[in-house]
């Protein structure tokens, strides 16, 4: 896990301001700092105010958070962290798709663009309700924002990575925003954290609305945004010292994230998604095999490959970290080049088969 003091020593070690070492999993002190954030739409609001209440329908399978966060925090704001350390887990994500996609295409108009930064705050007045209302003030505020640098390559990050941490931006970039809002909750399963961010309470923003048809609507992108340059200021302040925890069952979503990603091996497998998530499973295809068991340490895994003449086991790793998460993905890929044959599970709804 991230040693928050270590990466901290390495940004203040080499003077580092646009790019800095960071934990990979945040802490809690960041995501309450974040979720305490003001002036994010209008003056005096709180982040936290658009992110949706704990208010599932009977039939619906109700989010689920740490009990260690619960007890200490409530269920609402329990949920709030997780919801917002799934954000800033999807801009992780995010920028090492940057990273690899410079890697391959080089410094390009189109690759530059994603690192476009985002507003962190609304303008004196806050955003207007409507269009109608809206200025040119408003429409400069929106659009006035920096693209950040791309990084210096020739620091030693290594010594970051060994210290559980990553080099990214300061400022949340568009691609990481992205990501972010596409990211699949640990929490409340099967639903992004676009989905969680009530749309309803937000006002016009110019450049983030769904103003045409082809237009996409991004304002959930400034919740993000404002939620990183929070969290980046608690950690570089040092208010970070424990990771967001995570149990069983936030283990088993964030893989039923990753297997969802492959399809061939699990086709035959109908009710992959209704029984999810899952303690244990086993998939047998013509060519491999998936053993899979979950417990609160994390996820024991093990995948047979007979075409690469591989063997791959990790056991009690927790899938938030990228390395472990890529491995996963990679071996997945390589199982999927065959059909699933047979499927045993068990669901964490105490459903079983064999």
């Known amino acids: ?162 210290a559980g941490g990553f080099h990214g931006p300061a400022k949340c970039v568009s691609i990481m925003a992205l990501r972010a809002r596409q990211k699949e909750s640990s929490a409340a399963l099967f639903c992004s954290f676009e989905e969680l961010v009530d749309n309803d309470l937000l006002p016009y923003v110019p450049g983030y609305c769904k103003d045409h048809y082809f237009d996409d609507e991004e304002r959930a992108a400034l919740v993000v945004a404002a939620m990183w340059d929070s969290a980046v200021e608690a950690f570089k302040n040092g208010s970070a010292y424990r990771a967001v925890p995570s149990d069983d069952i936030n283990h088993a979503a964030r893989l039923q994230e990753i297997m969802g990603r492959c399809s061939r091996y699990r086709q035959a497998w109908r009710d992959f998604y209704t029984h999810a998530p899952y303690r244990q499973m086993s998939v047998r295809t013509e060519h491999g095999r998936l053993d899979v068991e979950v417990t609160d340490r994390g996820v024991t895994w093990e995948i047979e490959c007979d075409v690469a003449r591989s063997l791959t086991r990790r056991t009690q790793v927790d899938l938030r970290l990228c390395a472990e998460a890529r491995l996963l993905d990679r071996e997945l890929e390589r199982l999927d080049a065959s059909p699933g044959v047979s499927f045993a599970f068990e669901s964490f709804s105490g459903k079983k088969q064999k």
Request: hydrophobic share 40%; glycine share 6%.
């Open 1 to 162: 896990m991230a040693d928050y003091a270590t990466l901290r020593e390495f940004n203040e070690k080499r003077r580092l301001t646009d790019y800095l070492a960071m934990p990979v999993v945040p802490s809690v002190e960041m995501m309450l700092a974040a979720a305490d954030r003001r002036d994010v739409f209008r003056p005096g609001d709180r982040l936290t105010d658009y992110i949706v209440r704990w208010d599932w329908e009977p039939h619906e399978k109700p989010p689920h958070v740490p009990e260690a966060l619960v007890a200490e925090f409530g269920r609402q704001r329990a949920f709030e962290i997780c919801v917002l350390a799934d954000a800033w887990a999807g801009c992780v994500e995010g920028f090492g798709e940057w990273q690899r996609r410079r890697g391959r295409e080089g410094s390009s108009p189109f690759v530059d663009s994603w690192l476009k930064a985002l507003p962190v705050r609304c303008p004196d007045g806050g955003w207007p309700e409507t269009k109608e209302l809206a200025t040119q003030e408003h429409v400069r505020h929106s659009a006035c924002v920096p693209v950040v640098c791309a990084s210096d390559h020739h620091l030693w990050w290594r010594e970051a990575e060994i």
